[in-house]
């Protein structure tokens, strides 16, 4: 499910999006708003996720090393 809002931006963001769709590097203004939001949503998990792991003490902390040394050597696709 989609919902339709609007939202004012700075002339020179527009512009900025609008060159993007142009170029053909995404298909519509909504896309380019889309894709910005889900990176900010994923940093934002991240970040909650770091704050969590350094919070681990001890046995808890030992068992995340593993993963995290794997986890840096896989590629990312996040487009």
Known sequence: ?????????????????????????????AAVVLRALERDRQEHMAERDA?????????DRDDFDGMASWSVRQSMDID
Do not use: C, F, K, N
């Not at 499910?1 to 590097?25: H, K």
């Not at 704050?51 to 046995?59: E, F, H, K, S, V």
């Open 1 to 29: 499910m989609t919902t339709q809002i609007a939202v004012r931006l700075p002339d020179e963001i527009v512009e900025y999006v609008d060159a993007l769709v142009a170029a053909g590097a995404a298909r519509s203004r």
């Open 51 to 59: 704050r969590i792991y350094a919070a681990l003490q001890g046995d």
